[in-house]
């Protein structure tokens, strides 16, 4: 059912939550368009940052007599960056069950780059979910459903008169991790980008898409499966040009390839077992997506038990010489020696 604006109006306090970014945003712009308040020098209208004003200066704000509007809108972004415990200690949080009948305050649940995924976002969502329905607030929850997928990125292009093929919307799909509602997003940039072309080409997406990390990631461990040292090394100097500080990133860098091979792992252990359906044993990837596990299993049908554990010691050697900081060398080196090591071992089983 599409998104009521206008029914949402019926409530003082909202919150706008969930993993599809792109939906979030068209909710919170058709709320403030049906308010009235669209103008972009809406003198009713204020967006704060969580963080950056305490609780009470939300309420503050949102309690103004409005001047020039019905509705005195506050939207606060990255509202999981404040627990309601926290936000309490400026002021009661019963206040919010008797804002006035002018008020309108939105909280919006902003993905956070520190957050590793859906899950943990929903966890720090939750707190504040709880307080809006106790408060007789409206809470709007946008979520990718399970099995979207690049299917439906060409008949989005199509309505926009533009072709984009199936082996292009998979690709653009896993420029951006496999999130669709990223993949939407630049699509609508895309449209916009090419101009007058009638189609959407992959040309068209190195040029203008800003992959996810762990694309490169993903294609730099891909060239290490293949042997592929300059395809791998080019990937990662994407990833260390991409980095203001390379050196706190390295060991990030090294906990993305170490996961993977992990998922690997039990992916292999899936294939030779020949089962029918897999389902990862870590418990922070219990909610792989269709994508991704798909990837996986194609990825490990390439690979053996041996090839994935020498891979593992090479980033644990990795990981040892970052922690014990070895003197005159640079991280990106340390991680350039790990890479080449994989793809040597890649090479040797290959060719063994």
Known sequence: MPFDAVAALNHRLILIEGDYASERLRALEAIIAAAGLDEPDAFDRETVIASEKPFAEWVAAVETVPFMAERRCVVVRNVNRVSPEDASESLNLDCLKTLPESALLILVADDETKVKDDNSRAERASPWRKIVQASKGMVAIFTVKEGASSRSLPELAKASGKKLSPRTASLLTEMVAGRHDRAEEELHK???FVGDAPEITPEHLKLSVSPEPEHNVFQMLDACWSG???????????????????DGEARRLLGLV??????????RNSVEKASPEWEPEERNLTKMKDYPRRLALQTARRLDFPTLLECMEAVRE?????????QGVEPVEIVEQAVLKICQTARSRRSA
């Not at 592929?228 to 390379?246: I, P």
């Not at 170490?258 to 992916?267: D, F, G, T, Y």
């Not at 990795?318 to 070895?326: E, F, K, P, V």
């Open 190 to 192: 895309l449209i916009l």
């Open 228 to 246: 592929d040292a300059r395809g791998a090394l080019t990937q990662l100097h994407r990833l260390r040009d991409r980095s203001r500080d390379f």
């Open 258 to 267: 170490a996961s993977q091979l992990r998922v690997l792992w039990q992916a």
């Open 318 to 326: 990795a990981n040892r010489l970052l922690t014990a900081g070895s």
